[in-house]
């Protein structure tokens, strides 16, 4: 090969190599420049708190760094509260809903017309027992049982006829001329356009209160001919509700229908009594209010009220929190 040719490649060879060495200088230089503006995926975020700052802003759930459940339910905003107590109210309740479609169904009850005692002719207080009652009565009453020693919120259940006769369990002491017909239990629940009626709870002998619904009996024509009903302990409930939120910082009032207080933790005394007879600020507030927000003060403290009338009840329900505000002024 000629001299010429060995040099010529020689001389391509050594360009080629600058060329490469130039070319991977140039790439670690871009690369060490611009680390720092390379923006790190989600997925690779090892801070839970930048994890949780970027969840929160797509919910409206405030995350807080707190392991404390209640802690975190005290951030929840206005709407979330609702929405957290409306749901808790919807789960105890649509267990007696479930129990009492079902006692609604039962043939014993369907074709129950003409088939228990009729009181309304009764003359002095009567005790119902099993004794006392005709054979179909006695079936239902054991029915009855069974649903009550199934679930213990039941205090009562009962089944009212257009022929004012009515089998219950357990055996209760009725007044002369109970009239199933007469009572509103048995109007509110014929007369409604729901399948199931939500009452207003009362305060049993035992100083609980009581929650009642109502369901249509019907036979096997869908003729109305009945209304069964469960009275059920509330008292369940309402701790749940006030489990929801922590104690130390909030606490719920609730009103039912006729503004009466089912529930005040803050005064547990309030209970039972009407928001005119008690004539309290406060309570005329929430009760007036129904659904909205205000600032209330006590003493040197200021308190948050989230306001609200329950869908599923139609109580007035009112989330009583402690402000955060250091500097404000009394209106």
Sequence with gaps: MPIRKKLFRAFNAIIFLLVLTLSFTLFTLWTVLNKDSVKTPVSTIKNENDQASIISEKTSVKVSNSNNIKDQASAIDPQGQI???????????????STLKYVASLPELKE???????????????????????????KVFDIFQHLKKSNPVIYLIYAGYKDSSLVEYPGDTLFPGYNPPMRDWYKDAISSESEISFMQPYVSQDHTFVGTMVARIKDKQGEVVGVVG??????????????????????????????????????????????????NPFLNKIASTKEGFFEHKVENQLFNVNVFTSKSTGWIIAVVEKSSKKNWFAF
């Design 83 to 97: 929405e957290c107590i409306e749901g808790m109210i919807n789960i105890y309740l649509s267990n007696i809903q």
């Design 112 to 138: 129950g017309l003409g088939k228990f005692n009729d009181y309304s002719k009764i003359t002095k207080d009567i005790l119902i027992t099993r004794e006392n009652i005709t054979p179909a009565a006695q």
């Design 230 to 279: 469960i009275d059920f302990d509330l008292s369940g409930l309402l701790d749940k509700l006030n489990n929801i939120l922590p104690r130390d910082k909030s606490y719920l009032i609730v009103l039912d229908q006729t503004e009466t207080v089912i529930s005040d933790f803050s005064n547990p005394y309030n209970a039972g009594k009407t928001v005119k007879d008690l004539n």
